[in-house]
Each structure stands twice: as structure tokens, then as C-alpha cells.
């Protein structure tokens, strides 16, 4: 049996107990009207998403440019002049539940499609091991990189090579490996009975892995 987690928010608190990972999580915070302006303020770029779900649905992408404003649902984007006017729209565009905000990460491209990695772990036989480490290249003309919304898989090394030919491809395959055997020691500690975990890390240029979801259980 494996335990589900499904709260988003719930497993973002436990992670950002440990100092090592949490310098890995982007800034989150409940979705309210006040957070999502000063996070708007302070990163010009943040996600919303629901605190219950997966396969990328009902995420949403917010920006501030200037005074202008705009969010992404899928493949539309929608303009506004002030802050109320997209508030306004957003509230009536987002899934009816609880959501969340996240610090927009500028994900590194290949081809301007953002790229990110799906790292599976899972307890078998009472030890854990990674199962799968792919990228997750998105489908043109989306912010999200679900394979279920059209993302193509990659080989991770592949990925990282073709996105961030800069860096050294192997060592952020073993950081990435590192960080999530550290971060399944606190969640298990947390949440015993777990056995299946998804990680989703994405990479911006400086190279800098960054935690987007950890799901118990991952597509």
C-alpha cells in the first residue's frame, strides 16, 4: 500500500523544515488576493495551482509587466491594465478549489519551450530506488510540461545537455539523485507508509534545481 499526500501546501511545510531543501523551494504561499499582488511584486511571475490535483490541470501562470498584467491557461493568454481587472478574471478562470502561489522559476528552454524533470522513487522490497528520470519537454505553446497536456519525455541527460549546454550534466544528475533521497527521509519520516514518490524539479539557466511538486502518486 501506498499512502497519498494530497495537499500541496501541507507537503511544501514539511520539506522547508530542512534547510538544505529548502533553499530548493520556490516561495509558496495560499492563494488570497493580497499574496498573489505582493508575489506579483516582488517576482513579476508567479503559478497558481491547485492545492489538490495533478496532470497539470488548473495551473495557471500570472505576470506583471510594468502596470500591465496577464495570465496563461493553457495555450490563451489574457491582458489587463490594472491589478483588480486580472484579479477579477482569474478568480473566475481558476478550478473552484483551494490554490496555492508559487515564485515563478524561469525554466531553462530547449527550442523556448520550458523543460522540466520527473524523478520517480520508489520502495521496493523495503529500499528505496529511482525507477525513472526523464525531462519533460512542453508542447509548443504551453507553460505546462504534463505529458498528459502533450509534453514529450526525454533522456535526462539529453535534456539537460540540449537546455543548459553550459553546465556539467552528470553532476546535476547526481544533485538531483541527492536531493531526492533527502527529501523522501523527511517525507517518510513525516508520512510513514509512503512508497511511490514523483519528484518534478526544474532547472533555471544559472544551472539552480528548484523543487516544483513532490506527488505520491506520480502518472
Known sequence: MNRIIGSKLIKTEVL???????????????????????????????????????????????????????????SHTYSFSSYKALYRSLAKNKLKRSYLIQQGIALARIKGRPID????????????????????????GLVITNVCKGGTLLKCREALRRSLPHIDARVKQQEMRKLTRTCTVLLEERFPGIGELGFDYGLDYSGKIWILEVNTRPQ
Do not use: C
Request: a positive charge; hydrophobic letters at 35%; proline letters at 5%.
Open 16 to 74: 522547508q523544515t530542512n534547510p538544505y531543501i529548502a533553499n530548493h523551494i520556490p516561495e509558496t504561499a495560499v492563494f488570497t488576493e493580497q499574496h498573489l499582488k505582493d508575489m506579483l511584486q516582488k517576482y513579476g511571475m508567479v503559478f497558481v495551482k491547485p492545492v489538490h490535483g495533478g496532470g497539470g490541470n488548473g495551473v495557471i501562470r500570472v505576470s506583471k509587466e510594468g502596470e500591465k498584467y496577464s495570465f496563461t491557461k493553457m
Open 117 to 140: 524533470y520527473r524523478v520517480k522513487f520508489v520502495k521496493k522490497e523495503g529500499e528505496w530506488k529511482i525507477t525513472a528520470m526523464l525531462g519533460r519537454h512542453a508542447r509548443p
